[in-house]
């Protein structure tokens, strides 16, 4: 049983709607019972996708009393999708960002394990994403704990940004029928001590806890990168692990991606310059196909490191290369960035929306692809540009440690160029080497190709994962933490 706050394509705001698009299926591949649950959504119309009612009065435990929900079911090819559905809370304009997101996921939670039980499919393993479901493993641990449904239930808990963790007031533990566990104290934060923060209940009542690479595993355990949260993750760092995320081969793939203006594989890469050309067209930019194109596809936030970017674009272009930012984000960044290419002439393009069509463009038709950046989780654009012969150029930091090895430190192996320190020499002295390479045309092209070999499909983790899973069903239950 999964449960998380969005899945692809029926809801999506950014990378955990892509993962849990893709990893339930993998997982069901391997021969395993498989459920989604996600919250129903405005956005979500149930006749576009023939689903039917599964329940029609989901009483639903909140506060003193119920509230009443619907179950929505739509059959996929090798699994089950459920909405927990209630108009007041989800029929909104966006999917998160409201003040009462506390006592939303609350009832969409505690809804799916009332679900489960009315259908009586007791699972084997829940595996919560993120800290909207972080309630669930807090629940199997103490006021589900004597239910006998639940008696061979474990959990799992994937950290996907430690950054989100759902903090809210103490008012929330009568919401969720927690009141008599009370609050948890934090020693190195004491203010913490006096809100609710799902993210930190998952960490601490999950059977196992994972994140989205194994760098970042590591890095969350320091204050550095534990976002005050290191004093619970190092008391289970016996049961944390990480496992990197996937991408979809098959939307990503140069050969037979429909965006493209040519259509490339590891045999016809000469073709890739068709594609760049293509794109400095449709974007502005001159047409040279020997200055080297850098291009940024994300979201324009303070955790990409996007403020660094715009420091070293005067210097980018003095080397005489090309700067093309696709994505949308924080309007301080934004702000400088446009400034960034009013004094560029001409050689650099902001472009502040969300076209996922041009961004399949620019993954194919930029030469490197820039992530400076602060900390990443995963990082799936460094994946998904190297699949498509674009050399990822990123700091050595979680997933992006994880996915990109220097060429100046093992060239035979090498998949790009990283920096460690987050300052402008380090990150302009990364894409200084990686503009000097770009003139050697054969070595590019071996490294190119490179990139394009890396096996970054979803089989690999969803392997992992259910060696996971079968772990924790074989294991007897923990004791309340």
């Known amino acids: 049983m999964m449960v998380a706050a969005e899945m692809a ?15 339930p299926n993998y997982i069901a591949e391997l021969g395993h019972d498989v459920t989604i649950f996600i919250p129903h959504y405005g956005q979500i119309k149930p006749d576009d996708f023939g689903a039917t009612r ?24 090798n699994m089950r999708l459920f909405l927990v559905s209630n108009e007041r809370y989800f029929e909104r304009d966006e999917l ?20 489960v039980q009315a259908m009586d499919w007791p699972p084997d393993v829940i595996h ?17 704990r004597d239910n006998p449904f639940f008696t061979t239930t474990r959990s799992l808990f994937t950290i996907h940004n430690l950054a989100y963790q759902g903090i ?44 989205v690479s194994e760098q970042y595993a590591r890095e969350i355990l320091t204050p550095q990168y534990g976002e005050q949260l290191e004093e619970f993750l190092q008391d289970r760092e016996g049961d944390l692990s990480g496992i990197q995320n996937g991408i979809d081969t098959v939307i990503y793939n140069p050969a037979t991606d429909p965006n493209l203006i040519a259509n490339f594989d590891t045999t016809s890469w000469h073709r890739k310059i068709e594609n760049k050309l293509a794109l400095q067209q449709e974007t502005g930019l001159e047409l040279d196909p020997e200055k080297p194109l850098a291009a940024v596809v994300t979201r324009l936030s303070h955790q990409k490191g996007l403020d660094l970017l715009s420091e070293i674009i005067p210097t980018l272009t003095r080397l005489g290369g090309q700067l093309l930012v696709l994505g949308v984000g924080d309007v301080e960044v934004e702000k400088n960035l446009v400034l960034a290419e009013h004094i560029s002439e001409g050689s650099v393009r902001i472009i502040l929306r969300f076209d996922p069509g041009l961004a399949q463009r620019v993954y194919a038709g930029a030469d490197t692809f820039l992530l400076p950046s602060r900390f990443e989780p995963c990082g799936l654009t460094q994946m998904i540009a190297m699949l498509y012969g674009t050399v990822p150029i990123g700091r050595s930091t979680g997933g992006l440690k994880d996915t990109i090895i220097d060429f100046s430190i093992d060239p035979d192996r090498a998949t790009g160029f990283s920096f460690v320190e987050f300052n402008v020499r380090d990150f302009m002295g990364a894409i200084s080497r990686a503009f000097e390479l770009y003139r050697n045309r054969t070595t590019w092209r071996s490294l190119a190709l490179r990139c394009m070999k890396q096996d970054f499909s979803w089989p690999t983790a969803a392997r992992r994962y259910a060696e996971l899973y079968n772990q924790l069903a074989s294991e007897p239950r923990a004791a309340r933490r």
């Open 9 to 23: 394509p029926f809801a999506k705001t950014g990378g955990l709607g892509d993962v849990i698009g893709a990893l």
């Open 54 to 77: 599964e329940i029609d009065r989901l009483l639903v435990p909140m506060k003193c009393g119920y509230e009443l929900g619907t179950l929505y079911s739509i059959r996929l090819d």
């Open 96 to 115: 998160y960002g409201y003040c009462d997101d506390g006592e939303r996921f609350v009832f969409a939670c505690r809804g799916a394990l009332t679900a």
């Open 128 to 144: 919560c994403h993120d800290w909207h479901t972080g309630l669930i493993p807090n629940w199997l641990k103490t006021i589900y």
């Open 168 to 211: 809210f007031g103490r008012h929330l533990l009568q919401t969720a029928g927690l009141s008599e566990q009370g609050l948890i104290r934090s020693h190195r934060y004491p203010e913490r001590s006096h809100v609710i923060d799902f993210m930190a209940r998952g960490i601490i009542f999950a059977d196992k806890i994972n994140t």
